[in-house]
Nanobody, 117 residues
Framework: QVQLVESGGGLVQPGGSLRLTCAAS????????MGWYRQAPGKQRELVATITSGSSTNYANSVKGRFTISRDNAKGTVSLQMNSLKPDDTAIYYC???????????WGQGTQVTVSS
């Protein structure tokens, strides 16, 4: 079993930045594939970024060049640095994890990100 807890969401103006963090517990974190998803009102959940156990990363086209995913195996955390935020980035952001891609076996509770002036 893996438990995931997100933090770092909030309200930010367009063009601003936020950093989300997901803390994992309960299993060998360094073997997990980790990812961030988001779900906007009335839309399906979409994959935003993933990072493998070997720290290979992948991003949705909509966030490339603006978001950066990283992991700290010693702390058991994965982070999502979000820069140049747009109103379209407004969503609930979820942390996901699995032992194989895609990282969708375990989920956090989600954290709200709102981009608005």
């Amino acid at each position: 079993q893996v438990q995931l807890v997100e933090s770092g969401g909030g309200l930010v103006q367009p063009g601003g930045s936020l950093r989300l963090t997901c803390a994992a517990s309960g299993s060998a974190f360094n073997t997990l594939v980790m990812g961030w998803y988001r779900q906007a009102p009335g839309k399906q959940r979409e994959l935003v970024a993933t990072i493998t156990s070997g720290s290979s990363t992948n991003y949705a086209n909509s966030v490339k060049g603006r978001f950066t995913i990283s992991r700290d195996n010693a702390k058991g955390t994965v982070s999502l640095q979000m820069n140049s935020l747009k109103p379209d980035d407004t969503a609930i952001y979820y942390c996901g994890a699995s032992w194989a891609w895609p990282p969708d076996r375990y989920w956090g509770q989600g954290t709200q990100v709102t981009v608005s002036s």
